[in-house]
């Protein structure tokens, strides 16, 4: 069965250094999102991608954060100038149909812990 | 943006149908309502979608009544390993930002 993937499963990394997390949605989907969540925290939405660009982004995703998907099958999330409060899972998902007509595949998740 | 209400948890045991009420009020004509599980530390789950009145897959049913202001997940017969959080989401046709609530965590005990 098609999946998802991400990595790294887990990073440590030092307050102020930049993040890449990567992910590879499944082929044939249209649709590209990052979620966060933080520990014991609901599942938050950060942005929403189509068609190259920026789709829908929540109040968490500002200038810190950018998307890209350089090679069409890689989806990345990139996080400048990590802070503490940036430590959580982060989730990539993807999706044949927008938003919520279809099922949205998620990934087992990578874990940032921010130092 | 149509707001979700559920129970924050719920407690079972095994063998018994568990059913989670989520609460839609302001749901819109075109939302679609949709189930996610989410075990600890994996990605959320899709498990189950309806737009009006019932339907069933392998996993579970979703009833909804008329006015669609709430919908009902039901699980029949769980087992220890149904123990998650559940989430009830409603779709704003129209944008791609799919917005999870607080979620039921549901406790399956023998």
């Known amino acids: 069965e098609p999946e998802v993937t991400q990595t790294p499963s887990h990073q440590v990394t030092q307050m102020g250094q930049e993040v890449i997390l990567r992910c590879v949605p499944i082929?044939?989907?249209?649709?590209f999102y990052w979620y966060r969540q933080i520990l014991g925290q609901k599942v938050e939405f950060l942005v929403s991608?189509?068609?190259?660009?920026?789709?829908?982004k929540s109040e968490i995703f500002d200038d810190q954060f950018s998307v890209e998907r350089p090679d069409g099958s890689n989806f990345t999330l990139k996080i400048r100038s990590t802070k503490l409060e940036d430590s959580a899972m982060y989730f990539c998902?993807?999706?044949?149909?927008?938003?919520?007509?279809?099922?949205?595949?998620f990934g087992e998740g990578s874990r940032l812990t921010v130092l | 943006l149509a707001k979700t209400t559920q129970p924050i948890s719920m407690d079972s045991y095994e063998g018994q149908e568990v059913n989670i009420t989520c609460s839609h009020n302001?749901?819109?004509?075109?939302?679609?309502i949709t189930w996610y599980q989410q075990f600890p530390s994996q990605g959320p789950r899709f498990i189950i979608q309806?737009?009006?009145t019932k339907v069933t897959n392998e996993v579970a049913s979703l009833f909804i009544p008329a006015d669609r202001k709430s919908s009902t997940l039901s699980l029949p017969r769980v087992s220890l390993s149904d123990t998650a959080v559940y989430y009830c989401?409603?779709?704003?046709?129209?944008?791609?930002?799919?917005?999870f609530g607080t979620g039921t965590q549901l406790k399956v005990e023998l």
């Open positions: 998902a993807s999706s044949v149909l927008q938003g919520g007509t279809g099922e949205l595949f």
């Open positions: 082929s044939n989907h249209l649709y």
């Open positions: 991608f189509y068609n190259n660009e920026i789709s829908e």
């Open positions: 302001n749901i819109a004509t075109n939302d679609y």
């Open positions: 309806g737009y009006k």
């Open positions: 989401l409603v779709w704003t046709g129209g944008g791609n930002k799919l917005t």
